[in-house]
């Protein structure tokens, strides 16, 4: 059964940054494209970062692009989101998620519905 536990969220001035990680248990990297999505208030979720199980794809939204930065720890089964230079339109929850499928979809980048299984999210507030 695959578990996901996204953590390391809070509130942070204008031009901070956060490190969000999700720990992982019953996910293989190799066979699951994985994903940040966000959600802020008033708003449909978003994706903001997704990476193929080949590592070979790797999209961002535009809005995140040069600031955001997703990796992936394959030992740990861990997966990351530096968040740098962060901005007010930053706050919402991030979640990490994962989709059946090692491949990505071309457009739109990262659609919260090809990702089937979703971790509880964590609150990013910033503060301007």
């Known amino acids: 059964q695959m578990r996901l536990a996204e953590s390391g969220g809070g509130l942070v001035q204008a031009g901070g940054s956060l490190r969000l990680s999700c720990a992982t248990s019953?996910?293989?990297?190799?066979?699951?494209?994985v994903a940040w999505l966000r959600q802020a208030p008033g708003k449909q979720r978003e994706g903001v970062a997704c990476?193929?199980?080949?590592?070979?794809?790797?999209h961002y939204d535009d809005s995140v692009k040069g600031r955001f930065t997703l990796s992936r720890d394959m030992n740990k089964n861990i997966l990351y989101l530096q968040m740098d230079n962060l901005k007010p339109e930053d706050t919402a929850i991030y979640y990490c998620a994962v989709r059946d499928s090692r491949f990505l979809s071309e457009s739109p980048v990262c659609p919260p519905s090809d990702f089937s299984r979703w971790g509880q999210g964590t609150q990013v507030t910033v503060s301007s």
């Open positions: 990476i193929s199980g080949s590592g070979r794809a790797k």
């Open positions: 019953g996910v293989n990297f190799d066979l699951h494209a």
